[in-house]
């Protein structure tokens, strides 16, 4: 295969290679090589590869008259490849503006096998950038119902591009209750997910992904936006704050020196994890 360029972003923790068409053909994208890519131990180690090819509006000139666009296709860590990932989206943006090709204010549409995600870069600085993207429509499945041990469980099914099965306060064993939502016949092709707590005026969400171990997140937000994140589970998108590894017991979402803390918690601990983006010189 010889020597090929490639560079590891991260976004929430949710780290990931990603590769250039120009440099990566398509066809030597396949799930062995993204397995080994991945693998912490014997590769690179990754959540996943991102592979991006520049479709137009990077030559100075838009020739559909549109803005500028971009080809995704993600590879997760196991070989599988999802229908598309917000982070993963986010990163390509992260990547765009640490080439100099997508400056601040500016959208791209980034085509996924999910469809197009428009997605803004609001913000690019030495740690880090802040991305917008609009996820589409979500489609909320009617509820389903399993049983764990001698509970019964709703679950709702919530489609954004790809699958997640939301069970909220879950009783009884955690991985118990993954597994009877991975069986419902209404996710043939596997599903993300998400079980929801809420803990001192906060949702922390504990996610099993398809292809990936737990990834703790708690969504802060203001008391008037919970009812909506009920109501729609994608309303986290407008969450104020998202805080990631250990948050303290006791805290509240109006505190802005806590707020604070906990992003220089965050950055901390992502940076001795090798997550967090090198500060430019």
Do not use: Y
Not at 16 to 42: G, I, K, N, S
């Amino acid at each position: 295969m010889g020597r090929r360029p490639f560079e590891k972003f991260q976004g929430l923790g949710n780290d990931f290679l990603v590769v250039d068409a120009e440099r990566w053909p398509e066809a030597m994208m396949t799930p062995a090589l993204a397995r080994a890519l991945c693998d912490r131990h014997l590769g690179v180690g990754g959540d996943g590869v991102l592979w991006v090819q520049r479709l137009h509006g990077f030559d100075g000139a838009s020739p559909q008259g549109d803005r500028r666009a971009v080809r995704l296709v993600i590879w997760n860590a196991d070989g599988t490849r999802p229908e598309m990932c917000g982070n993963g989206v986010r990163c390509v943006v992260d990547w765009l503006a640490h080439q100099g090709t997508l400056l601040e204010g500016e959208t791209v549409a980034v085509h996924t096998d999910a469809g197009v995600r428009a997605a803004t870069l609001l913000h690019h600085g030495a740690n880090g950038s802040r991305v917008a993207v609009e996820m589409g429509a979500i489609r909320l499945g009617p509820n389903e119902i399993v049983r764990v041990n001698d509970d019964a469980v709703e679950v709702t099914p919530v489609d954004v591009g790809n699958p997640h099965g939301v069970v909220f306060a879950p009783r009884g064993a955690v991985m118990d209750t993954v597994d009877a939502v991975r069986a419902l016949a209404v996710f043939p092709h596997g599903v993300n997910v998400e079980l929801v707590d809420e803990e001192a005026g906060a949702l922390r969400v504990r996610v099993n992904e398809r292809s990936l171990a737990w990834a703790d997140v708690v969504f802060v937000m203001e008391a008037r936006h919970r009812e909506q994140l009920r109501e729609r589970f994608g309303a986290a998108a407008r969450a104020r704050e998202v805080v990631v590894l250990d948050i303290p017991d006791a805290w509240t979402a109006d505190d802005p020196e806590l707020v604070a803390m906990l992003d220089r918690r965050v950055r901390e601990e992502l940076s001795l994890r090798g997550l967090w983006p090198d500060e430019a010189p």
